[in-house]
Structure formats: structure tokens, C-alpha cells
């Protein structure tokens, strides 16, 4: 038999690449998601007759399609495009787990659905090469990337601060100590990741800038080559060659686009992964950080002792689940499950750090 979950991620498919297309502006890519949210839906369909179950009884999307669906809402839908494409590894493992266990023959589409969406939106006539062009920096958007950069960012600084906090608690029962140590904790871990996340952004920024200038001067110098080159592009991507010039010609009369296009294909460079600023970038890693770390120091601004440990361990405990389901809108996991599994990971790792800590207050002592 096969289970709810993997119909459940089917249904959810569906439902988001529905949401997209009525918020589509351009009728060819919504049809082109609606195409895809018929794919999706056909799956789920036929996954619950083989297991003798209506079409009447399918279940309807599930918290986590809607609670994406108001990110879209307030944050724009590329956020939704972009985590509901990063999912397609979550989407292709559950459909070839269901097949494998029903024993029903596979289709290439499990395996592919990004790459059916890209194909089909290629090798629509009606949508032109400028439409085309504005869908491959949609479907790479940042959406799915920026979320988990939130996630994982709190995680981060809930995790290591928590164990800090813990491995000084066990050291010493003193309450201005463990504050002290974990607002030491919280602004240098913050710090640290501010002046990382700078370097990075900074530094990839100065490379690919210097790529795409070289790119630029090609075609400015060589504007039929750089034609040629699109035609080829769009021509490995099984385009027909007739179609692939009347694309790249197109493209080619706005030379900024026809760059950003060049630049990705030829350099495997996105342009818009460039325009963020590294101060924000920065302080947004320190925000996030510094979010995580505070959740286990704030028990210790009001209380000391056993109490201000268990008030600590009981709010990061908390936090951990919420991180850990909220990491299930990237993965389509069980909420239950992954929020238990971040919790047990985190409150191990704390107990380890405070049960070091402990020995070697004991050993100071002594």
C-alpha cells in the first residue's frame, strides 16, 4: 500500500503550481503551471486507484502548501516557485518510493519535474524569447534559498549558544556569569557570521563582476557571435534551430538581456544573486543569528540556578521544534518528525556541553 504522505506531496505539487498560475500575469506561463499542476494531480490520482481509494477521498493540500501560499501572499510568489522547485528531489524520491512499492512501471516525468516545466515553456511558440529569458531568472530566484538562509541562520544560533549557555551553567550555577557568557556568545557568533556572509558576498561579487565585464566587451565588439552563441544555447536545450534564431534574435536587441543570458549560460553566473548588498547581507546573518542565540540566554536575565537552566532548556526546546517544522516547508517531512528530531539533536548536544562543563567546574574546584 502506499502511504498518505506520498499522494500528500503530489496534492501539494498541484496545489502550488495552481497557485502560481492564477497569479500568473502572463497567460502562457499559467498555462504552462496549470499544465504542471494537471501532472501533479494525475499522480495523486493514480497512485489512490492502484491502492483501490475515490478520487472523491484524496485528501486536500496540507499546511504546509498553505502556509506557503501566504508567503506568496505577503513576500511575493517567486518565493513559492523557488521552494517548490528546490523540492523536486523530495517530490522525485517520494514518486519512485511509491512505485517501487506498488510495483507499477516508472515514467521518465517522476524523476524530471523541473525539467518538464522547462521543456514545456521552451517549446511553447507562443511564449517569446524575452518571456523565456524572464522564467529562467524566476525559477532561480532566491526564494527557496533566502527562506532556508532564515531557517538555518536562527538554527545556528539557537544551537551553539544553547550549548554554550548549558556548558557554562554546568561549570558555574552563577547567573551573571551565564548571561555574561551568552551575550558574549550571541554578539560573537552574530559578529562572526555579519563579517563571513561580507567576505563571501563581497568577494564573489569582485570576481563575477570582472567575468561579466569581459562578457559584456564581447558583445559589444561581437554582437553577431554573441547571436550565434544564444542559437546554440537555446538549440542544446532542444529547441529547433528555426525557433532558437527567432529567439535569439529577439533577445539580442536588448543587449542587457541578452548579457544576463550569456553570463549564466556561458559562466554558470545569475546577475540578481549580485544586486543584494554585502551590508545587508551581513546584517541580515547577524539578525538571524542573534535571533537563534538570545532564545537560551533570556531565562538568565531574570533567574539563576537550576530554574534559569530548565527555563533555558525548556524554551530552547521549544524553539528547536519550531525551527525543525518549520525546515519541513523544503523537505514535505512530518512537522512531528522533524521537529522532534531537531529538539532530541539539540537538547543532546547542550547535555553534552553541560555535562563537560560540569566535570570541569567540579575539577576547578577540587
Known sequence: ?????????????????????????????????????????????????????????????????????????????????????????????????????????????????????????????????????????????????????????????????????????????????????????LLAGALSMALGEWISVKSSQELFENQMQLEMDELETNPEGEEKELVLIYMSKGIEEVQAKSMAKDIIQNKSLAHDILVKEELGINPEDLEGSAMEAAITSFVLFAFGAVIPVLPFFFMGGMNAIILSAASSAVGLFIIGASITLFTGKSVLYSGMRQVVFGLIAAAITFGIGHFIGISLAG
Open 1 to 185: 500500500m502506499i502511504d498518505l504522505q506520498s499522494i500528500q506531496t503530489e496534492i501539494d505539487a498541484s496545489f502550488l503550481y495552481k497557485i502560481l498560475a492564477e497569479n500568473e500575469s502572463d497567460s502562457n506561463v499559467a498555462d504552462v503551471f496549470h499544465q504542471m499542476s494537471a501532472i501533479e494531480m494525475s499522480h495523486a490520482v493514480a497512485f489512490a486507484q492502484k491502492n483501490n481509494m475515490l478520487e472523491k477521498d484524496l485528501p486536500g493540500p496540507s499546511l504546509r502548501a498553505k502556509t506557503l501560499r501566504t508567503i506568496g501572499k505577503v513576500f511575493g510568489y517567486n518565493y513559492v516557485l523557488g521552494v517548490l522547485l528546490d523540492t523536486e528531489k523530495s517530490i522525485s524520491s517520494a514518486v519512485v518510493g511509491a512505485r517501487k512499492r506498488t510495483q507499477t512501471a516508472p515514467s521518465i516525468s517522476d524523476t524530471a519535474h523541473v525539467t518538464i516545466l522547462k521543456n514545456i515553456i521552451q517549446n511553447n511558440k507562443h511564449i517569446s524569447g524575452t518571456t523565456l529569458a524572464r522564467f529562467e531568472k524566476r525559477h532561480r530566484s532566491v526564494g527557496g534559498n533566502a527562506l532556508r538562509a532564515a531557517v538555518l541562520g536562527g538554527n545556528d544560533g539557537l544551537v551553539s549558544n544553547f550549548s554554550l549557555v548549558m556548558g557554562i551553567a554546568g561549570a558555574t550555577s552563577g547567573q551573571n556569569e551565564v548571561l555574561l557568557t551568552g551575550l558574549a556568545g
